[in-house]
């Protein structure tokens, strides 16, 4: 059975909780990634930041991303997929929960992300249809 794990990308970075929205952006940018998770001073995860967060929650609404920290972005509940869930739990948390990534973890430690690409490569191409077509919906 092919797990999160075998399909993530490892070695996920956070977005610290305290951090300012312009901190984030920076490290999306240096990092070459359109999301991060966002990790609490408790190194629990509180949510995920994306790039379009950043222009529709901060930049869009006139707010001082230099004065935004990461925490005010966060969601009321972080949707994960376990390290040793099957690609299977995967597709279902990603089409159920309408997101292009997620965050694996191993208990509460964040290990890796998995994106929308690394599910479709996993998955039949008839599931990773029913994945991308989800997704694309509103």
């Known amino acids: 059975m092919t797990t999160a794990r075998d399909i993530m990308t490892p070695g996920a970075e956070c977005a610290g909780a305290e ?13 070459g990634v359109g999301a991060l998770p ?16 950043i222009v529709v929650k901060v930049l869009g609404k006139g707010k ?7 925490k005010e972005l966060a969601q009321s509940e972080a949707v994960t997929i376990g390290a040793d869930d099957s690609v299977d739990e995967v597709f279902a948390t ?3 929960h ?13 290990v890796g992300m ?23 919906t509103d």
């Open 19 to 31: 951090e300012t929205v312009t901190q984030a952006a920076r490290k999306l940018t240096e990092l």
């Open 98 to 110: 309408k997101v292009r990534r997620l965050p694996v973890i191993d208990g509460h430690r964040l």
């Open 38 to 53: 966002i990790c609490g001073t408790d190194d629990r995860l509180k949510g995920v930041i994306t790039d379009r967060d």
């Open 94 to 96: 990603m089409t159920s």
């Open 64 to 70: 001082d991303p230099a004065k935004v920290l990461v």
């Open 114 to 136: 998995v994106a929308l690409a690394d599910a479709a490569r996993a998955l039949s191409d008839p599931k990773a249809g029913q994945l991308l077509e989800a997704l694309s």
